[in-house]
């Protein structure tokens, strides 16, 4: 079983940071054996990819519209995934997800979320 809990949203001017945070709880392999990844949902738009990194964290993915401001770690032995957001805009606002992969498909479960609001 696998449960995912974000957290470290919040309300944040443009131009501000924020660093959100995904608390990982894996029984069935090694949470270091797993892809990790976040993603993020606004209002009345479906949910895109952020961002990636492989179980190492040297090798990471971003979505072009944060490519450069946002940066995606993971912590193996803590079992974190952390996303922190630099220079942020009124358009990063969404409830952010992070996830995992293993294998070729991301997990179609998903936690509950954490609120990223940025005001302009």
């Known amino acids: 079983q696998v449960q995912l809990v974000e957290s470290g949203g919040g309300l944040v001017q443009a131009g501000g940071s924020l660093r959100l945070s995904c608390a990982v709880t894996?029984?069935?392999?090694?949470?270091?054996?797993?892809?990790t990844g976040w993603f993020r949902q606004a209002p009345g738009k479906e949910r895109e990819f952020v961002a990636s990194?492989?179980?190492?964290?040297?090798?990471?993915y971003y979505a072009d519209s944060v490519k450069g401001r946002f940066t995606i770690s993971r912590d193996n032995a803590k079992k974190t995934v952390d996303l922190q957001m630099n220079s942020l805009k009124a358009e990063d606002t969404a409830v952010y997800y992070c996830?995992?992969?293993?294998?070729?498909?991301?997990?179609?479960?998903w936690g509950q979320g954490t609120q990223v609001t940025v005001s302009s």
């Open positions: 996830n995992l992969k293993y294998g070729s498909a991301w997990r179609s479960s």
């Open positions: 894996v029984s069935t392999r090694p949470f270091s054996t797993y892809v």
């Open positions: 990194t492989d179980w190492s964290g040297r090798t990471t």
